[in-house]
């Protein structure tokens, strides 16, 4: 199968995942699990940033429409998919990622990077997005809270789709 069609179902995969099976998953009204950013977490290396872009954007305003959120989730998407390209270069090596038809993941990153490289982007999205959701710093405490649970949650969650479903399958 190629990398397209790969990426397109898991794009579907993710939105269905998050929409009909983990917005239903409230705890107690401050975890919120996202894992549906995994798709700009592990498109290929080489990925030029304007598509890269593209892809957040589509991702973010997929949600969106889903979710009612007016572009929050949109918003988030497309920082992340502009910062991505940042961190991987901050995380690499000296002499770089092997990136000839390779995407971040534990076999091409390795399993401390690439969780280092997970918990960096979702905390990212998740303090934007739950920020704009809030709207403001009234509750403090309590978005802080909201962070740093659903960063904690989605991180692992993102961390268990990778070691159940893509590592196992790049070579």
């Known amino acids: 199968m190629s990398e397209l069609l790969k990426n397109i179902f898991r794009f579907i995969l993710l939105i269905l995942l998050q929409v009909f099976v983990l917005n239903r998953i409230l705890i107690h009204q401050i975890v919120n699990p996202y894992i549906y950013m995994v798709f700009i977490l592990v498109l290929p290396f080489r990925i030029q940033r304007p598509l890269l872009i593209l ?3 589509a991702l973010g305003l997929t949600m969106d429409a889903f979710m ?5 989730h949109a918003i988030a998407c497309v920082l ?3 910062l991505r390209p940042f961190i991987i270069n901050i995380l690499a090596p000296q002499g770089g990622f ?3 038809q390779k995407a971040p993941s534990f076999r091409t990153m390795g399993v401390a990077q690439f969780s280092v490289y997970t918990l960096i ?3 990212i999205h998740h303090v934007v997005y739950f920020t704009l959701e ?3 710093f009234a509750g403090f405490f309590y978005l802080l809270l909201k962070i740093l649970l659903s960063v904690m949650v989605s991180t692992g969650l993102i961390l268990l ?3 159940l479903f893509v590592s196992r399958r790049r070579g």
């Open 55 to 57: 892809c957040g954007l």
């Open 68 to 72: 009612n959120t007016m572009g929050m």
């Open 80 to 82: 992340i998919a502009y």
């Open 98 to 100: 092997e990136m000839v």
């Open 121 to 123: 982007l979702v905390s």
């Open 134 to 136: 809030v709207f403001g």
């Open 161 to 163: 789709y990778e070691m």
